[in-house]
């Protein structure tokens, strides 16, 4: 099982910055990829942006391409989330989850299932 612990959420001014990160322990060697969903109120949650640990492949939803970047330290086990010029519409519960064996890069991305472990999440709110 992999435990995950996230920070780094705030509130923010439209077109500021916040970086995420997740802290991940446990089994993390066996982890397959790391994702960021989030969730606004009254929604569904949504895939972010994802990471393949074994190549550091990159992947992102169409909304935040170019103005959010996932990365990794495997030494620290810790994926960030970097988020520029934050938009209001970008308010929501932020979570990070770990895909522990080989899955699609369709469902990474699409997906809250496909992943097998949820931190608490973590919320940014992005005032206008």
């Known amino acids: 099982q992999v435990q995950l612990v996230e920070s780094g959420g705030g509130l923010v001014q439209a077109g500021g910055s916040l970086r995420l990160s997740c802290a991940a322990s446990g089994r993390t060697f066996s982890s397959y990829a790391m994702g960021w969903f989030r969730q606004a109120p009254g929604k569904e949650r949504e895939f972010v942006a994802a990471i393949r640990w074994s190549d550091g492949n990159t992947y992102y939803r169409d909304s935040v391409k170019g103005r959010f970047t996932i990365s990794r330290d495997n030494a620290r086990n810790t994926v960030y989330l970097q988020m520029n010029s934050l938009k209001p519409e970008d308010t929501a519960v932020y979570y990070c989850?770990?895909?522990?064996?080989?899955?699609?890069?369709?469902?990474?991305?699409?997906?809250?299932?496909?992943?097998?472990?949820w931190g608490q999440g973590t919320q940014v709110t992005v005032s206008s």
């Open positions: 989850a770990a895909c522990r064996s080989w899955s699609s890069i369709a469902l990474l991305t699409t997906t809250p299932d496909a992943y097998d472990s």
